[in-house]
């Protein structure tokens, strides 16, 4: 059998194979649907590189609503280079995300380049897991952590490696406790916003966080009363 030479046509090949691969990589970049992504890397080699290629280009990713798990995630970030927001929020069917996943996760290019991050209901996590990974998201400006059983131990990681800070959600985490709080708006002096709504801190605790920083909106509003800080 003659084998086909270096830029031979394989008068085989459809007409999508014939594609430069660069746009190849943008037609695969328009596929949001990861089981998608997962069965035409597996069409052949050029496919898969142009798969990669599609993930390298992406600025924001979000596993939201599908079901992957910590090896499945890992595989597709660790091309994800150009990544600026990443949600890997856990809905119903969704992320099956553990400290596991985001150990593997801290070793991908991007993390350093993330602006925006969500773990929202990600119930498989510690403490263990988010100081490993915000150890190194140094460029988080939003961060999304509510319906999580973090402590204070994950708020003392995030102020000491998020100085850029500008918005978190901490909706529901009710093993949070004053002194996170403190820690979290003495050095984060970016931070425009706190989402604290279901969390087990008084009002005192609030008032002093705006004596820290009064242009700071405690979230949702209404949450506290009108008061005056000097």
Sequence with gaps: MKRKGVGEVDDQETPIDRLPFDLLAHIFALLTCFKDLAQTSAVSRKWREGVKESLARREFLSFSGWKVNDDSTTRLLLHAYSLKELDISRSRWGCQITDRGLYQLSTARCISNLSSLSLWGTTGITDTGVVQLISRAS?????????????????????????????????????????????????????????????????????????????LQIQPKGMLPNIAVF
């Design 139 to 215: 460029s988080l400006q939003h961060l999304n952590i509510g319906g999580t059983f973090i402590t204070d131990i994950s708020l003392f990681a995030i102020a000491g490696s998020c100085p850029h800070l500008k918005t978190i959600v901490l909706w529901g985490c009710r093993h949070v406790t004053e002194n996170g709080l403190l820690a979290l708006v003495n050095k984060c002096r970016k931070l425009e916003s706190i989402n604290a709504w279901g969390m087990r801190v008084t009002v005192d605790c609030f008032i002093g966080l705006l004596t820290i920083s009064p242009a």
